[in-house]
């Protein structure tokens, strides 16, 4: 079993930054992938960034350019810095951790991005 413990979540105004932190309970040096997802009200979870082992990563087009996503193997942690945020980024962010021995989930964390 693997614990993620995401932080990081606020509120701040639009053209703001966040950063967000997923914290593993276990190396994350056996990821398959690990990445960030996020859920608005009323609409399907989406994935919005993702590392790969090799340390490739993938975005959504809405947040290409915006968001980063990086990990520190060493502290078992995956980041997401969050810049230029927009009304539409609102939402539940979950961190996701496909290990080759099974998917695990955050409780997720708040962003709300205000005008």
């Known amino acids: 079993q693997v614990q993620l413990v995401e932080s990081g979540g606020g509120l701040v105004q639009a053209g703001g930054s966040l950063r967000l932190s997923c914290a593993a309970s276990?190396?994350?040096?056996?990821?398959?992938?690990m990445g960030w997802h996020r859920q608005a009200p009323g609409k399907q979870r989406e994935l919005v960034a993702q590392?790969?082992?090799?340390?490739?990563?993938n975005y959504a087009d809405s947040v290409k350019g915006r968001f980063t996503i990086s990990r520190d193997n060493a502290k078992n942690t995956v980041f997401l810095q969050m810049n230029s945020l927009k009304l539409e980024d609102t939402a539940v962010y979950y961190c996701?951790?496909?290990?080759?021995?099974?998917?695990?989930w955050g409780q997720g964390t708040q962003v709300t991005v205000s005008s």
């Open positions: 996701n951790a496909n290990f080759p021995y099974g998917a695990y």
């Open positions: 276990r190396s994350i040096s056996s990821i398959n992938t």
């Open positions: 590392i790969t082992s090799g340390g490739s990563t």
